[in-house]
């Protein structure tokens, strides 16, 4: 598939208007804007014209704020071995990832969804082996490295449902409840404002009723296994209260802790999660 088969679902990051194509390209039927696909058609650019503005008070702000300036300006084109975040990553980290889609993955048990996206996906590191468990995947990411690493491995590896979209997660470029599964992994770090900003969206793109995301949150009290200590933290309380805020149902929460490792039967992949209930608002898993 295409991003061009996907067109339905996309929209105009700068007023949400629809897309249609243009040749190659995606054009915007109100703003006329015209947006890049690239990749044999898998990878589209659609990044808002302008940056989205957040204060900056903290340091962690701050220097988050640069990163995502820098990201946004970095011109699309293509070069030698792109190197997305998450790419390279020290042996000792490898637990901790392991850990983390072990997680995800007994969160899932056996669900497949008919449209799923990996939100800042990075390397693909959590969501790459996630991909076949839905009819259409999104990878997503502001980071050229991200998105031309991706584009590259889904030609080569042949898999034929996933695309990539190139886009900032605060002007996302996707329309109302789009996605019946969002993750977002080690994202949602760099302040308040912003955790709301990136919460409000995956609630925005998520199905209204039977819509799962999968996001974590730092919790203040464990910082440095899985979240750095200079990331924005939070305890589990306030972190309740964010999504209880957005209007989200914290189906399960997921203490992610070095020491709680043998608490979990991480051997059985695929033990099943007892007892889901129906509710009929967007559901979030938390982990922390
Ligand atoms: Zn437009």
Redesign the pocket.
Known sequence: MTVFDFINNLC??????DLHPKGSELE??????IFEVGFEGICANLLPSKKFERKADSFIEKRSVEIYSRLFDEPFVKKQNPTPWGLEVPSWYVPKLNKHKYVIDKVLDNRIFERAIDISTGSGRFSWDLANRADVFVFSDISVDSALYLSERILEERVKNAIVVRCDYMSPPFKNDTFSFVLCNDTAIYGYEHEMGILRTIQRILFPTKGIAIVDLCNKYHRGFWHKPYTSAYSKKEMEIMLKMIGYYIQMEFPLYYELDKDLDERTLFSRISHIPEINMPKIHLTY
Do not use: K, L
Not at 12 to 17: A, Q, S
Not at 28 to 33: H, M, S
């Open positions: 105009c990051p700068d007023d949400r208007g915007c039927e109100r703003c006329g804007r």
